[in-house]
């Protein structure tokens, strides 16, 4: 067995887009100079205009994260009673629920995809359910098709998790058109990231009003306030920031994919290690590389290979582990149970999240893949 190395500085699951600082200097100094630091200014128009087409959707409504704009989106579409959801998502996808008093319920999850599993939606319908909130996890469109045509049979909503699928694209149709709504997270950890920020993306202009409402306290005028809203509002820094990082995104999915190549390269003939490959029709916006990892047949489990890469200062994640229902916040909930989720609890065993950012190097991916096969 060759004896690799551990890398000298800690390689991290991911790494922020950094711009030149010289041009975050510039676009901070049209801030200052406009006296203007919050409350939709001139870059909060600018970033909302270049975001709608970049992302190629109709309407959108930037927010100060991907969180709350995810509570607004509830709101606006007055989801009651039940939602059902998936279990293999970060935190903030059920919680949202709850903080909008809406029971969340979990369904079971596609073996391939890791998604929703569209055709055990329905089972899980009650007449408290008003609607479904699917996860694009890890930038992997949902079966959209389906979970619309059962939600039209019942008359649900659907407000789409996209929080990882920034500029991803069905047969060129932006992500953000699918459902009423979609939520995209602008955090430092994603492609496009406004150091924290978001948006939703939806079809109907109805909704640009109240949503547009909601987030600023549901203030009018300076004498109406129509609506309970919230501060969901993007400052002028954040924005500012946005529209240096956003010139950068093409060059860092660019670089992002062939790392993700040299991944699948490298891992390609490694038994026991899986990925999923590219999907005809998608445009990818390479956002993770997650690989699953049978310890039948690798020999060494996912949490093995976890501890082991720490010891060459590679800190991969593992990403979502442990599933939203088995927090003990939701544990309790029927829907909670392992009878109703096999395949998530399978799948959130293997999974693992590699190190993927534009400044990585191919070498390096090289030699991470290198110590991975040398711990079987
Ligand atoms: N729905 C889904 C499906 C989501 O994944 C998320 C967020 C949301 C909703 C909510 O959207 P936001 O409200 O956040 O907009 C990170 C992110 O904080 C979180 O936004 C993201 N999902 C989640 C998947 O990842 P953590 O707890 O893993 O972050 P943290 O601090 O451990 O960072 C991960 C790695 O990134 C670090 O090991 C090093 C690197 N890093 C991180 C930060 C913050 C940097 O190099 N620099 C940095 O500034 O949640």
Known sequence: MTQHKAFEQPIYVTRPLLPNLSEIHVKLEEVWQSQWLTNIGKQHKQLEKRTTEVLKVPYLSLFNNGTIGLITACQSLRLQGEVITTPFTFAATPHVLMWNNIKPIFCDIDPITMNIDADKIESMITPQTTGILPVHVFGTPCDVEKIQEVADRYGLKIVYDAAHAFGVEINGVGIGNF????????????????????????????????????????????????????????????????????????????????????????????????????????????????????????????????????????????????????????????SSSMVNLPVAHKVVQEVLSMPLYGELTVNEVEKICDILKSFQ
Do not use: W
Request: aromatic share 12%; charged share 25%.
């Open 179 to 334: 459902g009423d709504i979609s939520m995209m997270s602008f955090h430092a950890t994603k492609l496009f990231h406004t150091v924290e920020g978001g948006a939703l993306t939806y079809r109907d202009k109805h909704l640009k009003d109240r949503i547009d409402l909601l987030k600023n306290f549901g203030i009018k005028g300076q004498e109406e306030v129509v609506m309970p809203g919230i501060n969901g509002k993007m400052n002028e820094i954040q924005a500012a920031i946005g529209l240096v990082v956003l010139n950068y995104i093409e060059e860092e999915r660019r670089k992002r994919a062939i790392l993700i190549d040299t991944y699948r390269r490298c891992l390609m003939d490694v038994e026991g290690i899986s990925f999923l490959s590219d999907i005809a029709g998608v445009k990818s916006n390479s956002q993770y590389f997650v690989m699953r990892i049978s310890e039948k047949i690798f020999g060494r489990s996912r949490n093995y290979v976890y501890d082991e890469f720490m010891k060459y200062n590679v800190f991969t994640r593992k990403y979502f582990y442990p599933l939203c229902s088995e927090y003990t916040c939701y544990r309790h909930l029927p």
